[in-house]
């Protein structure tokens, strides 16, 4: 029974915490204040950031190929494309319940063993991490004065009385949180985390292609960031927001989407907070922030249901 309820309330606390985001967000501005950037912004640019962000989905495919050859098996590059963009579709309803798809994809039409197929895509995943790790040093190192001052400027609204209060209430909560979860040796995973890392860096060095594997993640993540700029490029009242500025932006919002499904409510709460330090209005975030979660996630739901309608098709001799 505690399975059950421990496997409910993973799919359930995401998709509240984004409810929660959407309500919060329009809760601070007018919807009319909102609703008018969609009949005033300047779509070639947003179909521009689609078709970034779909290159960097379908370098992603290709950059597949690299962790599974050395392997000792060949990867189709348009079974690899299918599969990638049906599990980024499969994640909206179940977080990484789209990774888990795509290895039993690849393995059914590319007779991959699903077990190594997993262990690529988990290596994947920790090259992601570390991409985004180096994104944020990138960005406190950049826009250290700004985010300093944010910082300050938010202990400096707090007397005496509240600092302690967070400061024993953040051990307080701490130490409770660790007492419940040693019950599930938390600290293990912890630790497996940071050796997954280990292993995953060290997975480039062995690889025969590690250069081409290395270029194509620098495209990958180069997409990632351009189809967030290029796309604000469609808000007459952004031009004059910096691209490194952005890119503290693009990090914060990255960041979120592991929070509920696809980034929903919360990617665009992430993305007017952030540029609102830099002088934004809330509706003139808020409304980036949703073009830009709705647009990406338009592709991936025309693309990713292509993508599985497509795939039993061009496999039907090959499927078990």
């Not at 590059?77 to 179940?94: C, D, E, K, Q, R």
């Not at 789209?98 to 039993?104: N, S």
């Not at 790790?133 to 202990?155: A, D, K, W």
């Not at 691209?243 to 499904?261: D, E, G, K, R, Y």
Request: charged content about 15%; hydrophobic content about 55%.
């Amino acid at each position: 029974m505690y399975n059950n309820f421990k496997k409910l309330f993973k799919i359930l606390l995401p998709i509240l915490i984004g409810l929660f985001c959407v309500v919060y967000s329009f809760k601070k501005i007018s919807f009319s204040d909102f609703s008018q950037y969609f009949t005033k912004i300047n779509y070639l640019w947003v179909s521009a950031g689609i078709m970034l962000g779909a290159l960097s989905h379908i370098s992603r495919s290709y950059r597949w190929k690299f962790l599974i050859e050395p392997l000792g098996y060949k990867l189709g590059f348009i079974n690899s494309t299918l599969t990638v963009f049906s599990a980024y579709l499969i994640n909206y309803t179940i977080p990484r319940a789209g990774d888990v798809a795509r290895g039993t994809m690849i393995s059914k039409y590319e007779k991959i063993p699903f077990e190594k197929a997993i262990g690529t895509i988990v290596a994947e995943r920790v090259i992601d991490i570390l991409c985004i790790i180096l994104i944020i040093i990138i960005g406190l190192i950049t826009e250290f004065n700004r985010i300093s001052e944010e910082l300050f400027s938010i202990i400096s609204t707090l007397n005496l009385s509240s600092i302690l209060f967070i400061i024993i209430s953040f051990f307080l909560i701490s130490f409770f949180l660790f007492l419940f979860l040693s019950r599930f040796n938390i600290y293990k995973k912890i630790i497996s985390f940071f050796r997954g890392l280990s292993d995953g860096l060290m997975v480039i060095f062995k690889m025969k292609k590690r250069n081409e594997f290395i270029l194509h993640t620098m495209f990958i993540w180069l997409m990632y960031i351009l189809m967030f700029y290029v796309t604000s490029k469609a808000f007459s009242e952004l031009h004059e927001i910096g691209f490194l500025q952005l890119m503290i932006s693009f990090t914060l919002a990255a960041l979120s989407i592991v929070f509920s499904n696809g980034g929903i409510g919360i990617y665009p709460l992430a993305v007017e907070e952030s540029l609102g330090w830099y002088g934004v209005q809330s509706a003139t975030g808020l409304a980036f922030g949703w073009v830009m979660w709705l647009s990406q996630t338009m592709m991936v739901i025309i693309f990713g249901g292509l993508s599985l309608f497509i795939l039993p098709f061009i496999n039907r001799n090959k499927s078990i």
